[in-house]
């Protein structure tokens, strides 16, 4: 008779033998894994008891995964290995013996592709083994795929007729989703003079180009000062990222950089420079954010390296010590739109970051998990990478999960045969099923039963759903996207979410930021809803006035979109003029446009009777005593109520 472990080890037999480093330094939990891998068909390497012990074995060989505890002996942790096998590009997953939110934490820097929590079953390692390896094999084939569209792009853009500056703007567009950038600054290196072109990112799908003497106009200094400030800085001569510290440290180096940074609110930037016949070439890609670069980016950069050498080859005139754009026809440049975006509205840093990574995800068919608060859009988000994917004219299901009962979840997800259970007086086809060839989206999965998750990542991992009553699996082909406003790592710390169902969900993740992050794009939205609601209403579109648009810009709007929506809907409704003079907010609260709403203030039993006497007081005119008097609303004698006024030191001035 077979063992369960014995069935659970045949259902995750791998048909490649993959090459596994186990890094524990308990013994019995190291020869209990060895014996768990190498029984589904895994070949373990060794077992390393520290940092200093893996590290020599991955001298000689390197392991397709490791699976690395965080606590190990000696000077030296598991986290501390993990970012040496981040740079070596070897996958690893942790173990660990909690699931603790500081640990989470920790491990999050790294970027794991999975967490065990100790003690394991060996379900859990096989599991998490298979979800390491599906995420592993994305991003191999991402990588790969990305590599093939970006060199497709330029070698499109080199037979084109373009001229320089339709060929930037071009190139932007091309390298934008994969290297994300807020100016791009190109040319060659020049001993006297500055003749860089810059490539300024306007909003999701324009872009204006930046000549010597536009920068010299925003910077506000002569065309002969900007050389000065450009023969001071010194040139990189191998690829580099500067963020924070190094960035300051740069700007004494690189005045221009500094210079670009000022006027353009930079704070981080990457430099490729290439050799173009024995002269140097730079791509200076800069952002608006943190830490936005990393070695992936140089790396991609390095295999475009050929095709990029190629297109500055075709667009620039190489001659001693000058470096002419060569020139074509002139012509109307022509407009691409963005489609794929319909009903999402923004130009902020964030949101712009957002469509880069829905352009970048959409045309594969792995998992998206998109995170955010309530009300800021992202059930828009999920319709746009379903909209730009290759399964756009196929079905996309929406399920708030939060609003199914749970008796009838395993039913409206997978479906039922008729008579399957007292009431089933028919065949019921489930959510997956009508999904089937498109896409499913899962709002709110945070609020998913622990027993309907366990089903849901057996679809995931099998890729086939079982009606109730049924007895034969059917096989469906469906992307999953799934959003959230919980913080799912303080779930699963819980205990109330999977963490192999987290880790399977956090191949792709999408942060979408509140409203009160992307403040610049309140104008445009409120425009975008006033046009929506005055056309519903038949009604002459209104415009804002300085003071109604200093209120929106003022509050904080904890409702994010959707209550920008409703304050909005109802300004219309209200409005009978052409000017909408003042916004309501929260009803009869009007918002002082002179500085922002405060938050809730903590205060103590004596300032909270205080305010609360005062305010029936208000009601009542001061009256306390008698019918409709204070005494009476606060249900107390009056001579109390006037003992406790004074005690209070509460004027009557009313």
Known sequence: MKTDTEEITKSYKTTIEKNILIVEDQFIEAYDLQLILEKANYKVLGIARSVDKALEILETQKPDLVLLDIMLKGDKNGIELAHILKKKNIGFIFISANSSKQILEKAKTTQPFGFIVKPFRDQDILTTLEIAFYRLDYSLESQLLQQLELKNNITNLINSDFNIEEALQAFAKIIQTFVSFDYLEVGFANADQYSN????????????????????????????????????????????????????????????????????????????????????????????????????????????????????????????????????????????AETGFEGIIGDSSQMLTVFNYIKRVAPSDTSVLILGESGTGKEKIAQSIHALSNRKNKPLVIVNCGAIPENLAESLFFGHEKGSFTGALETRVGKFELANGGTIFLDEIGEMSPALQVKLLRVLQEKEIERIGSHSPMKINVRLIAATN?????????????MDLYYRLLVFPILVPSLEKRKEDIPKLAQHFIEIYSGKMDKKIPVLSPLALQQIMNYNWPGNIRELEHVIQRAVLLNDGDTIKEIELFSSNKLNPEAKTESFSIKTIVENERDYITYILKKCNGKVSGAGGAAEILDINPSTLNSRIRKLDIKREF
């Open 197 to 336: 072109l810059g490539i300024a990112r306007k909003n999701i799908a324009e872009y204006q180009i930046i000549t010597v003497q536009k920068l010299s106009q925003i910077a506000e200094i002569s065309i002969k000062e900007l050389n000065e400030t450009y023969k001071k800085s010194q040139t990189d001569l191998k690829p580099i990222i500067y963020t924070e510290e190094s960035l300051i440290k740069n700007f004494q180096a690189a005045p221009i950089k500094g210079l670009i940074a000022h006027n353009f609110g930079i704070k981080s930037y990457l430099v490729f420079p290439i050799l173009i016949d024995s002269n140097l070439f730079s791509f200076t890609f800069y952002s608006r954010n943190f830490k936005v670069y990393s070695q992936e980016n140089l790396d991609l950069l390095s295999t475009l390296e050929s095709s990029l050498s190629k297109m500055i080859s075709r667009f620039y005139s190489v001659q001693p010590k000058t470096f002419i754009p060569k020139k074509t026809p002139q012509k109307e440049p022509v407009k691409i």
């Open 486 to 498: 919980k913080n799912l790592e303080d779930e699963v710390a819980a205990g109330r979410f999977r």
